[in-house]
Antibody, heavy 118, light 111 residues
């Protein structure tokens, strides 16, 4: 069974940093592109970033370039999102999601809540 | 990059059928999309991949009541024999090599 379990969310002050993790199991992690998607309270889904199988390519939504970094450790079956210079508008549930061969998303984690507030 | 548009809300009666629409911009009319379901307070769930030809492939465990179809720039999700547990937000998604795009979502109410 495919499982994606996010962790690392919490309350952080504006300007602070946080690292989210996603533990993957039930599939060969190193053979899939992976994503982070976020959802602000009461809002829709927003794609944040994705990374290729070996971590050598990554892409971001334009509005976040330079502040967030996606990475992975295939030996640990883990995906990460490093978030810097956090703002109130980054408050959201952050989901880890898998990209299948056809290119969309076919599995989602349960999400981790990040709250940016003083 | 592609743009996908959805109506903000829809409603239908228990036991009836509903057809939700996702519209691609004209420059990306042939693109494949995915449909996702998000019940209130829960994580999204992948429902299906849907091609411009109307061919679709559902995710694991998705009931037969869910089907897809296409016409031009429109991609449809039809839910038959509506159940109360179908009340959720439904998102369509498309992608290019370096980006993924979500529609704004349709909130489905089962009356």
């Amino acid at each position: 069974e495919v499982q994606l379990v996010e962790s690392g969310g919490g309350l952080v002050q504006p300007g602070g940093s946080l690292r989210l993790s996603c533990a993957a199991s039930g599939f060969t992690f190193s053979t899939y592109w992976m994503n982070w998607v976020r959802q602000a309270p009461g809002k829709g889904l927003e794609w944040v970033a994705h990374i290729n199988r070996d971590g050598s390519e990554n892409y971001y939504v334009d509005s976040l370039k330079g502040r967030f970094t996606i990475s992975r450790d295939n030996a640990k079956n883990s995906l990460y999102l490093h978030m810097n210079s956090l703002r109130a508008e980054d408050t959201a549930v952050y989901y880890c999601a898998r990209t299948p061969a056809f290119g969309g998303i076919d599995y989602w984690g349960q999400g981790t809540l990040v709250t940016v507030s003083s | 990059q592609p743009v996908v548009t959805q109506s903000s809300s829809a409603s239908a009666s228990l036991g009836s059928s509903v057809k939700l629409t996702c519209t691609l911009d004209s420059g990306h009319s042939s693109y494949i999309i995915a449909w996702h379901q998000q019940p209130p307070g829960k994580a999204p769930r992948y429902l299906m991949k849907l091609e411009g030809s109307g061919s679709y492939s559902k995710g694991s465990g998705v009931p037969d009541r869910f089907s897809g179809s296409s016409s031009g720039t429109d991609r449809y999700l039809t839910i038959s024999n509506l159940q109360f547990e179908d009340e959720a937000d439904y998102y369509c998604q498309t992608w290019e090599s370096n980006t993924r795009v979500f529609g704004g979502g349709t909130k489905l109410t089962v009356l």
